[in-house]
């Protein structure tokens, strides 16, 4: 097994989603992950040979149904709220599911190393969890 080394051109898990989507007959794929403080995210091969780490849209979504009233909608937070989260986690958010008209925003960001799919995982699953935190209503 190959230690992950930080700097390294060809990434170890480009090639496994590689291997696995010849395997499976599949022009491409992307991986889910559940991270163990719950949070899903997602991992899926972009052309530029990165990794792209998202959330697929997951924290907009829920927040902007209004279907939980535990949590402040997405539009009563504010997409700067939420911004500022990703940016302080060194990532990014990006309309990617939607248009400008009918935005879907997800929290992204790329990997160029193995070890930045890992640090990057951590940090997509750390910053829904305090975006969620942070649109709880408090009952009082």
């Not at 997800?106 to 070890?115: E, F, S």
Request: glycine share 6%.
């Amino acid at each position: 097994e190959t230690p992950l080394v930080r700097g390294r051109d060809i990434m170890e898990t480009q090639q496994v989603l590689q291997r696995l989507a010849t395997l499976i007959r599949q022009p491409e794929l992307k991986v889910r992950v559940e991270h163990e403080n719950l949070e899903t995210v997602y991992l899926e091969p972009t052309a530029e040979g990165e990794i792209l780490v998202h959330d697929r849209g997951h924290a907009h979504t829920y927040l902007s149904t209004g279907g939980d009233q535990t949590y402040l909608d997405w539009s009563e937070l504010g997409v700067e709220h939420i911004r500022r989260h990703c940016d302080r986690l060194q990532l990014s958010l990006e309309n990617r599911l939607g248009d400008e008209t009918d935005p879907g925003y997800c929290i992204c960001g790329r990997a160029k190393t193995d070890l930045e799919v890992a640090e990057l995982v951590n940090r997509v699953a750390v910053c829904q969890d305090e975006i969620f935190q942070s649109a709880y209503r408090n009952p009082d």
